[in-house]
């Protein structure tokens, strides 16, 4: 079982340009989650989803959006990315309180 | 809001020593409490988790007791190993959404 994939691992980015992380999980759970680690501060929500078709925003969902159209996938969208975002990004689901998290993308934002 | 605070490390013991690491919360509710592990690479685990006052979680030799009086999720191991090495994370969930600390690096030499 692969529970959560992510994509890419890592990607170079240029500040300004767009950016979609991939976030698929098999385990079909209702509810999924993004977020943002950066050392010193731990992990930060960004936006969650209870859900399909539902989604909600977190501790810093600011230059981030989320979609929810089934509940295999989560994809994170940055629409015009900025240094501050340079960070690694987990995805994770969650059955009951238990969540699940993925290998991560590491973004740099130049 | 709720909040986790934890030790701050890194944590440097010797394969064998005991290990303590320190996790207090604010809280409303009576929240359910967790340790999460994350290994060089990897996303992060959980580790072992409490879902009220004087449960105990226990898991690969850790333990965790949750502690309603003094609002504490200390992590303990008796003999901790080098393959123990890692960042772990003390977290409480609030409406089924997770709040981490910061993370206490642990690193076990031989």
């Known amino acids: 079982t692969a529970g959560i994939t992510q994509a890419p691992t890592s990607q170079i980015l240029a500040a300004g340009r767009s950016m979609t992380l991939r976030c698929t999980q098999d385990?079909?759970?209702?509810?999924m989650y993004w977020y943002r680690q950066d050392l010193g501060l731990g992990l930060r929500l960004i936006h969650y989803?209870?859900?399909?078709?539902?989604?909600g925003k977190g501790e810093v969902p600011d230059g981030y959006s989320v979609s929810r159209a089934n509940t295999d996938d989560f994809p994170l969208t940055l629409a015009s990315a900025v240094p501050s975002q340079t960070s690694v990004y987990f995805c994770?689901?969650?059955?009951?309180?238990?969540?699940?998290f993925g290998p991560g993308t590491r973004l740099t934002v130049l | 809001g709720d909040s986790v605070t934890q030790m701050e490390g890194p944590v440097t013991l010797s394969e064998e020593a005991f290990l303590t690491i320190n996790c207090t919360y604010t809280?409303?509710?009576?929240?359910?409490l967790f340790w999460y592990v994350q290994y060089p690479g990897e996303g992060l685990q959980l580790l072992l988790k409490?879902?009220?006052?004087?449960d105990k979680g226990s898991n690969k030799g850790f333990e965790a007791t949750y502690r309603k009086e003094t609002t504490s999720f200390h992590l303990e191991k008796g003999s901790v190993q080098v393959s123990d090495s890692a960042v772990y994370f003390c977290?409480?969930?609030?409406?089924?959404?997770?709040?981490f600390g910061t993370g206490t690096l642990l690193a076990v030499q031989p």
């Open positions: 994770a689901s969650s059955c009951v309180d238990e969540q699940f």
């Open positions: 385990m079909r759970h209702n509810a």
């Open positions: 989803s209870n859900t399909a078709g539902t989604t």
């Open positions: 809280a409303t509710g009576y929240p359910s």
């Open positions: 409490a879902t009220k006052a004087d």
């Open positions: 977290a409480l969930s609030e409406s089924n959404k997770l709040i």
